[in-house]
């Protein structure tokens, strides 16, 4: 950035072509694959992958035939259903079983909450089918759940919002003395309310337990701006690759439709103090709130995966999903840094559509491979 | 007067701002730009009023009251900081 010549700072794009890797095309499978209102990561990591290597193989595992990732342009090469993780570990391994008999493939990247936990404690059984899961360690993960979040930070010497752990109804009403209103009520994998009242807070307890049981997180509620970090730990308490955004559009759930990268010391000190302790290995989120009054940040959540945007650092010549993948390849990666401040994203949805046979297929059978078109996206 | 925070300021012709360290974007006015790009090019808070009355063709003591208020704008974003010592 030049202090002399005040003018927009010229940033030259690294050419995509520059992003394809000179390793071996991986055959890998991704989950959530579905870009609605609440966007699901795993489409994005397609895009990724295959700006990376055209000739990627990816198997997409959905729990519902509505994920929209499937019927997109660049959708996967075949797609099989795969039964929810509370049907239990033994099942969703024989179905695996299944699956790589029809269609091999050597890693598995996972991309949802709720079926991180399952798999980190299944990680020795998928090695034993030759399926290199690309998860967290045990530890790390634990480390940064909701419910242990305000003790990291306290390690970390990194501030967070006052969060009480609730298992009922009853319990988070009662914390509402000290959180004081408004507040946030979360569940444990997904899903937060902003409550003004006990009124409020009870609706939206009962609402949270039923779908997703306990316990629930009750949280105060910072006024602020939203800042979300996507990084990619080695596995020895560094950071090979990091992209900071500042988020500026926000659905009425709270998901970012738009954001701006920025690179401010503060926060990637944080970062760094965080990462430095979990010794976290693989792709992560971390989502703060700048508070208006103080200018200080607060960590939020830390997410043990890749989010929606994974795709935005990638445009910007910063292939994270690229970086993970040849490291579990063995491939020797070098720290990337931080993605350039100055360019921002917005999320644009597109309507797609496909045949009924297609969706009863996928339903009735269990796998569906759908010719692509010619992929749109340049490598 | 310390002007660290401006210098990373991205900032057009056109007096669109972005700051890469927060994400924040504004837009300046034209005389905004000018005062800007005065203090980058080292010209010190004293000789600003000088300068911008000649360059817009307004009273001293009209140009003296709009950079104040400007300043003190610039403060308030935290782009520059003003020592007690220094005259604002």
Redesign the interface.
């Known amino acids: 950035m030049t202090t002399s010549d005040i003018s927009y700072v010229e940033t030259t794009m690294p050419t995509l072509s520059g992003g394809v890797s000179p390793s071996i095309a991986p055959r890998i499978a991704i989950t959530g694959l579905a870009r609605g209102e609440n966007p699901q990561p795993g489409a994005a990591l397609v895009k990724s992958l295959r700006r990376a290597w055209p000739d990627v193989t990816i198997v997409g595992l959905v729990y519902d035939a509505q994920e929209s990732g499937i019927y997109a342009d660049d959708r996967p090469d075949v797609v099989f259903t795969i039964p929810y993780p509370s049907s239990g570990k033994k099942v969703l391994i024989e179905r695996l079983k299944t699956i790589l008999e029809l269609e091999p493939f050597d890693f598995l990247l996972p991309t949802l909450d709720a079926e991180m936990e399952s798999l980190i404690q299944m990680a020795d059984e998928l090695r034993d089918l030759g399926v290199h899961a690309i998860l967290p360690g045990a530890d790390a993960f634990s480390a940064r759940s909701k419910q242990n979040l305000t003790k990291l930070c306290r390690e970390c010497g990194v501030r967070s919002p006052m969060t009480k752990v609730v298992h009922d109804v009853r319990e988070a009403v009662g914390v509402m003395e000290d959180v004081g209103f408004p507040a946030y009520v979360k569940g444990p994998y997904y899903d937060a309310y902003r409550v003004f009242g006990v009124d409020d807070l009870v609706v939206r307890s009962r609402e949270l337990l039923a779908e997703w049981g306990g316990p629930l997180l009750v949280q105060e509620a910072l006024d602020g701006v939203e800042f979300n970090v996507l990084a990619v730990g080695d596995g020895a308490g560094g950071i090979l690759a990091g992209c900071m955004l500042r988020k500026t559009v926000v659905s009425s759930k709270g998901k970012g439709y738009g954001g701006v990268t920025v690179v401010d010391p503060v926060l990637q000190a944080l970062c760094e103090s965080l990462i430095r302790e979990l010794a976290w290995s693989g792709p992560l989120e971390l989502e703060f709130l700048c508070d208006r009054s103080s200018g200080e940040y607060y960590l939020l959540e830390i997410n043990p995966r890749f989010p929606a945007w994974a795709d935005v650092p990638t445009l910007l010549g910063m292939n994270m999903a690229k970086l993970v993948v040849e490291r579990v390849q063995g491939v020797a990666v070098e720290p990337m840094g931080y993605c350039e401040p100055g360019h921002f994203f917005l999320r644009h949805n597109v309507d797609l559509v496909g045949k009924i046979e297609d969706f009863g297929q996928l339903i009735s059978a269990g796998t569906l491979e759908l010719e692509r078109a010619s992929s749109n996206i340049k490598s | 007067m310390n002007i660290l925070p401006l210098?990373?300021l991205?900032?057009?012709?056109g007096g669109f701002a972005?700051h890469?360290?927060?994400?924040e974007?504004f837009q300046l006015s034209e005389t905004g730009v000018a005062v800007?790009?005065l203090l980058?090019?080292g010209v010190e808070e004293g000789d600003l009023p000088a300068q911008l009355a000649e360059e817009f063709a307004v009273d001293l003591a009209v140009a003296d009251r709009d950079i104040g208020g400007f300043l003190l704008t610039l403060k308030q974003m935290?782009l520059i900081s003003i020592s007690s010592d220094d005259d604002v």
Not at chain 2, 10 to 13: E, G, K, R
Not at chain 2, 20 to 23: N, V
């Open positions: 210098q990373s991205m900032l057009n012709d972005f890469p360290t927060t994400g974007s800007i790009r980058l090019a935290n």
